[in-house]
């Protein structure tokens, strides 16, 4: 079972009321709750751990994870509001600003964190859970504790509006980086973490600190992906977007549904990945993420619809 650590909220998005007056229409969200969701639909056994509100918004979470067969026992519920994120898209692209002081999620603390059951193989963790307290400190030590026994699958996820201290964040990722085996940012991340830096140059870094497979997604370009001994490359799908949001969530769920599906999510099956099971991997993860950018809101696909 893959356990995803993150955020569960309430995403904002443009619409238009019957009369036309323009609104903000609530939908699910959240990077790791759309890649626990992602994961439920494509039959991949899959569980949440993030602070969830009793709120109607929290109300309106469990059932989405509950109806992708998403275990949620892990995952405290508390008073505490939902985070909601307002959307706004431009030319197809999604920027976001928060609400999130005093949430559910953001104040999910070391202390909270349960002990792990043996079912859980792999963990998934990143996104601005990472850059807020106290959630940030609980995720990281979450890593810290587990990083020697289970898969970490590691989604740094920039939102730099949210970022109070560049060099402080940048440090916490490097430091789970070390600690991570699989390691996915986009071409936004890398210009974030390393203005003009070359992609391959980057990656070898992040090998060096740790990290057994580097993958930089490229939007409609694909993704390459890094290993020590190879590089594995797979181009985009021509598709009509809708928006992107959740695009990097639902590659994400696709790159660990495929590692799963060949039962590579050890510590001992990372180490040994060959170039053809990565570009398997990456052929699912762009094929996934293609089906949601062709659908308003993070709608990850089903199974079904990836056969063929």
């Known amino acids: 079972m893959i356990l995803c650590c993150g955020e569960a909220l309430t995403d904002l998005i443009p619409g238009t009321t019957a009369d036309g007056t ?38 309106e979470l469990r059932k989405a994870m509950r109806a992708a067969n998403v275990d949620i026992s892990l995952a405290p519920v508390s008073e505490r509001y939902t985070i909601a994120a307002f959307v706004k898209l431009e030319d197809n692209q999604a920027r976001y600003s928060f609400i ?26 990143g996104s601005f859970p990472l850059a807020i307290e106290p959630c940030g400190s609980a995720f990281e ?21 949210l970022i109070k201290d560049r060099a402080v964040h940048r440090k916490r990722v490097e430091r789970i980086v070390a600690m991570s085996d699989l390691v996915k940012m986009s071409d936004e991340d890398l210009a974030w973490m390393a203005p003009g ?19 930089v997604t490229r939007g409609k370009d694909g993704a ?27 590659f994400t769920a696709g790159l660990l549904a495929s590692f799963h599906k060949a039962d590579r999510l050890s510590k001992t099956a990372i180490a040994a990945l060959d170039q053809e ?32």
């Open 141 to 161: 030590e979450l890593c810290r504790r587990e990083c020697h026994t289970r898969v970490i699958h590691f989604d740094p996820n920039i939102r730099a509006n």
């Open 277 to 308: 099971s990565v570009l398997a991997a990456l052929k699912l993860a762009v094929k996934a993420a293609a089906v949601t950018v062709s659908r308003p809101g993070a709608d990850p696909p089903w199974a079904h619809e990836l056969k063929g």
């Open 100 to 125: 999130d002081e005093g949430s559910a999620c953001r104040m999910l603390a070391p202390e909270d964190l349960p002990a792990l059951p043996d079912r859980i193989s792999a963990l998934h963790l």
């Open 22 to 59: 323009p609104a903000f229409v609530p939908k699910t969200g959240g990077s790791v709750f759309n890649t626990a969701v992602a994961l439920g639909r494509l039959g991949i056994p899959a569980a949440f751990l993030g602070g969830l509100s009793s709120d109607f918004f929290g109300d």
């Open 197 to 215: 830096a070359n992609s391959e140059t980057f990656a070898q870094d992040w090998l060096k600190r740790g990290a057994k497979l580097v993958v």
């Open 224 to 250: 390459v992906a890094f290993a020590n001994e190879f590089r594995a490359e797979v181009p985009g799908l021509a598709v009509k977007v809708a928006d992107t949001i959740g695009a990097g969530d639902t």
